[in-house]
């Protein structure tokens, strides 16, 4: 008779044993609860939230409201302005409806909770589940809140994170879902960047859905058209989207894109668009030559 060790029955395909590892999720959770306590009391105490682009926001839904004509006229200060899509501004007319101080603890819980759920989802998608997927969840949104990217969307009020975790339950939905695309398109309606991921979608072979991304897209360009129409036509019209500097300095180090990159080596905005654009281009290049063949 031979006397089986423990951690046979795992070597030999068995139930694992109870209690394995099992001091993970809570060591994760706590981790997540400590990081989130020092990140909020590091935030207060250096006054690091400035909801300096929530602001922006909250201005442009009041003008969306009141006095439409100006929402591509008005300024913050000198150089800052609201560039967002005249879609945009209608989302941010609903919210301008709350009084200010719940507007902004409202975005930083939504920005957290977004965060949490962007990862929470990706993991899913890589095929982690149950218990394994709680404590990755945990664990990973603990060392997230310390990156830069998070910590400027949160101190800054900014809507990126709340778009991120749009984008992400969107691609993460099976591909039998008639309406996948939706959630890429109406992002894309409120910020432009995101119609990065619908030549994304046409390179990885989902035309429904990229399909369904660009009618979603189209239709937040009809609801503006329909809700602000003197904007619309400023915004599309006119170029406005195309104008770096609205946004202030595009040259400065807070813009870490591509063309702030070359401005800056070129130590010129104006002079910086045709290195940026054989840059774009041959980055787009280098993109589809590797989306290609990993097809």
């Not at 935030?43 to 409201?65: C, P, Q």
């Not at 945009?88 to 507007?103: E, G, I, K, R």
């Not at 879902?177 to 989902?206: D, E, H, M, N, Q």
């Not at 239709?219 to 609205?246: C, D, E, N």
Request: aromatic letters at 10%; glycine letters at 10%; hydrophobic letters at 55%.
């Amino acid at each position: 008779m031979v006397l089986a060790r423990p951690g046979t029955d795992q070597a030999s395909g068995g139930r694992p044993e109870r209690g394995h590892r099992s001091w993970q999720l809570p060591a994760a959770a706590g981790a997540c609860a400590l990081s989130l306590a020092a990140c909020i009391a590091v935030a207060s105490g250096h006054h690091l939230l400035t909801w300096f682009d929530l602001a922006v926001y909250n201005h442009a839904g009041l003008l969306a409201r009141s006095s439409p004509q100006r929402l591509y006229s008005w300024q913050l200060r000198p150089g800052i302005r609201f560039t967002y899509a005249p879609f945009a501004a209608l989302v941010f007319a609903v919210t301008s409806l709350l009084p200010w101080t719940v507007l902004k603890w409202l975005m930083i819980v939504a920005s957290l909770a977004a965060l949490a759920v962007s990862i929470w989802l990706t993991l899913g998608a890589l095929g982690r589940t149950g218990r394994a997927r709680v404590t990755g969840a945990l664990g990973l949104t603990a060392v997230a809140l310390w990156t830069e990217p998070v910590q400027h969307a949160l101190g800054l009020g900014q809507i990126e994170v709340l778009l991120m975790a749009l984008i992400v339950w969107d691609l993460c939905q099976p591909d039998r879902r008639w309406w996948k695309g939706a959630g890429i398109g109406l992002a894309s309606g409120i910020k432009l960047t995101p119609l990065i991921f619908i030549p994304y979608l046409v390179l990885s072979g989902k035309l429904r859905q990229a399909a369904v991304a660009s009618a979603a897209f189209a239709g937040t360009v009809v609801a503006g058209f329909a809700f602000l129409p003197g904007a619309s036509g400023r915004w599309w019209w006119t170029g406005y989207f195309l104008q770096a500097g609205k946004a202030g300095d595009a040259a400065s180090l807070v813009d870490q894109s591509l063309f702030a990159m070359v401005a800056r080596a070129e130590q010129s905005v104006r002079h910086a668009t045709p290195a940026w654009l054989a840059v774009a281009a041959v980055v787009a290049a280098v993109g589809l030559t590797t989306c290609t063949g990993l097809r």
